[in-house]
């Protein structure tokens, strides 16, 4: 008899190794490229395994969130706050050793977060949240006093897991497409665009060159701006206490 403790799924820790090892580079490289600085949201258990990745990417500029311990549990499986909260803390403590700084974002795996995650990122000192898809452009929550910025996840955009399944000429015009319709609305009022690249899916050569097609593109238009989700919740914050 093989108990669950015993189960191992390889198929999914393989593609995430791959990640880890080659396809996070990549994505890197093309960041290089088009000259562009992105935030990294990483597990803890990741930045614990694989640290030297999480270094590079600090050193070329992107800022590095927290993805929860692991993508094993969704924080509304936990049976208190606390077991939530000491898993966060994990997280932080393993991301502060590899990339040298505490994180200042959180997303929960999924994302999908439970009652206590809201107050427990804005005590643990986080500045922005990216659990929720409601909104076309970032806003503030109140949490307790405490000023947290929801940036958001892809919504109302997209994550490689949506779109490559169109092939890969489909995927770039799938963002191309998406992209001029929010560039046309963002004419009459604020538009934020983010795509989500999972190193393990979208890391892969034909799809890291979709995502900088894609950034090139971007790049064509006047007054777009490449922003991590810090730069995000630091503007929205200051207009917030200049307003």
Sequence with gaps: MITDAERTDFLALGAREYGANFG?????????????????ITSGLVAELFPETLKGAKRRGHEVASHHWDQSVHPYEYKTA??????????IAAIEKAAGERPLGYMSPGPRPSPYTLKLSA????????????????????VAGNRLVSVGYVRPA????????????????????????HYEEAERHPMKFRYAVHNFNGGRPGAAKVLEN??????????????????????????????
Aim: with cysteine; proline share 2%.
């Design 123 to 142: 005590s643990l000192g986080f500045k922005w949240n990216g659990d929720y898809g409601d909104s076309d452009v970032p806003y503030i929550i109140d």
């Design 158 to 181: 997209y994550s490689d897991n949506d779109i490559l399944t169109l092939g890969l000429a489909g995927a770039l015009e799938q963002l191309k497409d998406e992209f001029d319709a």
């Design 24 to 40: 996070f580079q990549r994505l890197l490289e093309v960041l290089d490229r088009c000259g562009v600085e992105a935030t990294v």
């Design 214 to 243: 894609f950034l090139q593109y971007v790049k064509s238009h006047p007054g777009v701006w490449f922003c991590r989700c810090i730069d995000i919740a630091q503007y929205w914050l200051e207009q917030a206490k200049a307003g």
């Design 82 to 91: 606390e077991e939530e909260r000491e898993a966060i803390l994990k997280s």
